[in-house]
T-cell receptor, first 114, second 111 residues
Framework: AQSVTQLGSHVSVSEGALVLLRCNYS??????LFWYVQYPNQGLQLLLK??????LVKGINGFEAEFKKSETSFHLTKPSAHMSDAAEYFC????????????FGPGTSLSVIP | DAGVIQSPRHEVTEMGQEVTLRCKPI?????LFWYRQTMMRGLELLIY????????DSGMPEDRFSAKMPNASFSTLKIQPSEPRDSAVYFC?????????FGQGTRLTVV
């Protein structure tokens, strides 16, 4: 069965610093992987997704993630944090080609310190 | 497209009352999902539909919860009777492939 873990429920970074949000997954078959962002009082918005093409995936707002099969990881990074990046970030995994088997991680709350 | 539309955005009701949450998915999407988000339990999938047919309702917490999708452009999630522990943000999402699009959610408070 698939599962997702996100290391660190809260992460704080200074404005301009590197953002690194960790995600590890378990899946018995090659997965699809997603990162979603949730701003306060909003729904979830897709940041990026991995669907077995390039292992380095670029998303919106300068975020990117690298799929590492050997480490079963899909960490999210951004070179320079902006105040507007403060939000909740969810990693998710699915098996197969459709969304219906998606499992969400518990989320990581990102704070950006001026 | 306006995206996934949920109504109401906020609902406050008294314990024991019936509550109905509404969702209009994105046109052309054939999957619709209902999620519940709480601080304690995070994001939980309650039920999902494919082509208006309920596929998996194993996440529905108990018989007080029911969901319908009478057509491709409308779905409801009903709680009857409501209890304080049902207080949460309820999200609807729709999909036609490998990603889902979420509505802005309904914040339900049961007092």
């Amino acid at each position: 069965a698939q599962s997702v873990t996100q290391l660190g429920s809260h992460v704080s970074v200074s404005e301009g610093a590197l953002v690194l949000l960790r995600c590890n997954y378990s899946s018995s078959v090659p997965p699809y992987l997603f990162w979603y962002v949730q701003y306060p009082n909003q729904g979830l918005q897709l940041l990026l997704k991995y669907t077995s093409a390039a292992t380095l995936v670029k998303g919106i707002n300068g975020f990117e993630a690298e799929f590492k099969k050997s480490e079963t990881s899909f960490h999210l990074t951004k070179p320079s944090a902006h105040m507007s990046d403060a939000a909740e970030y969810f990693c998710a995994v699915s098996v197969g080609t459709s969304y219906d088997k998606v499992i969400f991680g518990p989320g990581t709350s990102l704070s950006v310190i001026p | 497209d306006a995206g996934v539309i949920q109504s109401p955005r906020h609902e406050v009701t008294e314990m024991g009352q019936e509550v109905t949450l509404r969702c209009k998915p994105i046109s052309g999407h054939d999957y619709l999902f209902w999620y519940r988000q709480t601080m304690m339990r995070g994001l939980e999938l309650l039920i999902y539909f494919n082509n208006n047919v309920p596929i998996d309702d194993s996440g529905m917490p108990e018989d007080r919860f029911s969901a319908k999708m009478p057509n491709a452009s409308f779905s409801t999630l009903k709680i009857q009777p409501s209890e304080p522990r049902d207080s949460a943000v309820y999200f609807c999402a729709s999909s036609r492939g490998t990603e889902a699009f979420f509505g802005q959610g309904t914040r339900l408070t049961v007092v």
